[in-house]
């Protein structure tokens, strides 16, 4: 038994998916159709930066978006017995192509107009970012009740791996958790380079902007269920597809719950399909005992499997 994982909002590099689209007609395809869809040279960006520019929020998500349906589209009839899939924040919308519940080009746009709405609401609500490493769950949430202070809030905003958690708040709040954090025993506290507090009650105005939007576009019924970043829990219904990606803006990436899910619910194989590696080296520090395999670059798509049954 498989399941799909999409990588998320920092895994882009600048030449992704150029070599896919060199050697695979569909790839090439897939970014043709992002850059008519959106009206912009996405497959520039991606493949040519400059770094700025394709890390820009409004550029970044629909490129990885585009590079994880690419990838899909390309290994698909080598996937085996796919029955669930999952992807870290923007990811998810990538899950939700793989399985139907959204067309690509209605994704490709939403996830354009998510990360400008993203970008706003951190234009006009400073916030920013920090990971924290060493820390329990609990403890990481404690540092942050304590971190808050009126109306400077804090809170956890990706639970990565047992471990590693990330948090996500004003700028002063972040500060005092960090500080609170090497006090509680944290191996290390580090700020992170991002734009704005993502998923955190800063992207309020973000999360408006994107229901708007989506209530704009046709969700379908998966052709299996999608792990919600807010639930943990696999999503079948439609509805309940589109109210989970709004309400993700706000809510942690309960990641390493997510993976606890798909384990047990039979889970054997795991195949992240985008640039880079990072779920795969998440699912590592989860559970030791499940296997996973990226599949990002013309190379790996190469020597992927001619099956990949569990």
């Given at each position: ?66 590079h ?23 990811g ?56 808050t ?7 956890p ?47 309020a ?15 379908a ?45 039979g ?44």
């Amino acid at each position: 038994m498989v399941a799909l994982l999409f990588p998320g909002q920092g895994s882009q590099v600048v030449g992704m998916g150029r070599d896919l689209a060199d050697e695979y007609p569909e790839a090439r395809r897939t970014f043709e159709e992002a850059d008519d869809t959106l009206g912009v040279d996405l497959s520039r960006i991606a493949w040519d930066g400059p770094e700025d520019e394709l890390t820009a929020t409004l550029n970044a998500q629909p490129a990885l978006l585009t590079h994880s349906v690419a990838v899909h589209r390309v290994v698909a009839d080598r996937l085996g017995e796919v029955r669930y899939a999952a992807g870290h924040s923007l990811g998810e919308f990538s899950a939700h192509v793989a399985a139907g519940t959204l067309t690509f080009a209605d994704a490709v746009r939403a996830v354009r107009r998510r990360g400008e709405l993203m970008y706003r609401s951190g234009t006009e609500r400073p916030g920013t970012m920090a990971a924290l490493l060493g820390l329990d769950d609990a403890s990481a949430e404690r540092v942050c009740r304590d971190a808050t202070n009126g109306s400077e809030v804090v809170v956890p905003a990706n639970f990565n791996s047992p471990g590693q958690i990330v948090i996500s708040g004003d700028v002063p709040a972040i500060e005092r958790a960090m500080a609170l954090a090497k006090e509680a025993g944290a191996r290390r506290a580090l700020p992170l380079n991002v734009s704005g507090a993502f998923h955190s009650p800063l992207m309020a105005d973000a999360e408006a902007g994107l229901r708007e939007f989506l209530d704009g576009i046709e969700f379908a019924a998966p052709a299996y269920p999608v792990v919600s970043n807010v639930t943990a829990q696999p999503v079948e219904d439609p509805a309940e597809a589109r109210r989970l990606l709004v309400r993700q803006l706000t809510s942690p990436v309960r990641w390493t719950a997510s993976m606890q899910t798909l384990i047990g619910l039979g889970v054997e194989r795991f195949v992240e399909l985008g640039p880079g590696n990072v779920l795969t080296g998440l699912l590592k520090r989860i559970d030791k005992g499940v296997g996973g395999q990226a599949v990002g670059s013309a190379e790996d798509a190469r020597s992927f499997g001619t099956k990949a049954e569990a």
